[in-house]
């Protein structure tokens, strides 16, 4: 098997690809949650998302570390355990939003809230689940060589 490529078939070069778009995105992200046009600019976020702009960014940041460690070097344990890192500040994150509810989404009769409410009921479950498999994962990894 070529050396570039690994036994899941994907090559270096295509997932170091994906870590730098990654990186790239959270970054834009993040400047444009902060700088322009920043948050205030969404007209459904109310004053109530300083509440959990610590958290967001704090995904942001941590992702974008974990894409940069990830173009050096992304042997499954380090993915593994970056994953487990970035879903748990996503997961608090989710959680903050949940409890604080930054929105606004105009008419109450349109159901917008309930839907918000359900799209972030499926992301916390989503990364629990995510981070058990993750943790499954780091176990599996720790016990074989790359």
């Known amino acids: 098997m070529p050396?570039?490529?690994?036994?899941?078939?994907?090559?270096?070069?295509?997932?170091?690809?994906?870590?730098?778009?990654?990186?790239?995105?959270?970054?834009?992200?993040?400047?444009?949650?902060?700088?322009?046009?920043?948050?205030?600019?969404?007209?459904?976020?109310?004053?109530?998302?300083?509440?959990?702009?610590?958290?967001?960014?704090?995904?942001?940041?941590?992702?974008?570390?974990?894409?940069?460690?990830?173009?050096?070097?992304?042997?499954?344990?380090?993915?593994s355990l970056g994953d487990i890192v970035t879903t748990s500040i996503g997961l608090a994150a989710l959680v903050r939003i949940w409890a604080v509810f930054p929105f606004d989404f105009g008419d109450p009769d349109v159901g917008w809230a309930l839907v918000a409410r359900v799209v972030l009921g499926f992301a916390v479950v989503g990364s629990a689940i995510g981070i058990a498999v993750s943790l499954v994962c780091l176990v599996r990894a720790a016990g074989h060589r790359e």
């Open 3 to 79: 050396t570039d490529t690994r036994p899941d078939g994907r090559a270096v070069s295509a997932r170091r690809s994906g870590y730098l778009v990654a990186a790239l995105l959270s970054g834009a992200l993040l400047y444009a949650a902060h700088a322009w046009p920043g948050w205030a600019a969404v007209p459904f976020l109310t004053e109530r998302t300083d509440e959990v702009l610590g958290l967001v960014t704090a995904t942001l940041v941590a992702g974008i570390a974990a894409n940069v460690a990830y173009l050096v070097r992304d042997p499954r344990w380090l993915r």
